[in-house]
């Protein structure tokens, strides 16, 4: 049960890894067709916390049917599909948006939400998935959601750190894209075998 409580911490800490680093990542992508001036950030920050915001909804509501580790490492899996846009055709997305909307204001909210509303909201499902997972009695939900968000906060923290301060210098934008999403399937995988192996465990006792 150890191990299977501390999977689950470790989705939580990733996931929020993956939403602070694409962040990052999508004010240096839409740079060079947008600029990187305030209302830039603007559009960004407006999409991931009104993504988050829809995702912790959509999570909080997902977990009242039977929830288990296994449909939470499939939204895992689904935040990585669901950023595959991010990775295979940016560009052509950006340029798309830039070529017909002319306010950059607009042209670069417009782009956040073609790129990262999928992903972002996505993920945003996993913290509120979590908790109810991890909650084992009314009196413990609010000591489990703190830890929790914490975990999710921590993970946050070092993706802003890591991809900031190392990632930019060392490889280039669509190879640190590829291997979060790399690690986000190997994690989501790495559930759905956890939750078979827990499911055949409990068959044969």
């Known amino acids: 049960m150890t191990h299977y409580k501390f999977f689950i911490y470790l989705l939580a800490g990733w996931s929020g890894y993956f939403v602070m ?14 600029g990187s001036g305030i209302y830039v950030w603007g559009a ?14 959509i999570g909080g509501s997902l977990s009242t049917a039977r929830p288990s580790l296994q449909k939470l490492s499939a939204i895992l899996l689904l935040a990585g ?5 991010c990775v ?43 908790v109810r997972l991890l909650v084992d009695g009314l009196g413990t939900s609010g000591q489990v959601a703190g830890k929790v968000f914490f ?22 934008l669509d190879q640190i894209l590829a291997g979060m999403m790399a690690i986000s399937f190997c994690i989501g995988i790495a559930g759905l075998l956890l939750h078979r192996g827990g499911r055949e465990h409990g068959t044969a006792a």
């Open 44 to 57: 960004i920050i407006t999409l991931f916390m009104l993504s988050l915001s829809i995702g912790y909804l």
């Open 21 to 34: 680093a694409l962040e990052l990542l999508g004010g240096r992508a839409m740079g060079p067709y947008f």
């Open 151 to 172: 975990v999710s906060t921590l993970g946050s923290t070092l993706g802003t750190l890591l991809t900031s301060f190392y990632l930019v210098l060392l490889f280039e």
């Open 88 to 130: 295979l055709a940016p560009d052509a997305i950006l340029e798309f948006i830039f070529d017909r909307v002319p306010d950059p204001r607009y042209g670069a909210l417009c782009a956040s939400v073609a790129l990262f509303f999928l992903p972002i909201t996505v993920s945003g499902a996993v913290s509120p998935y979590a």
């Open 81 to 85: 599909v669901a950023a595959l846009p």
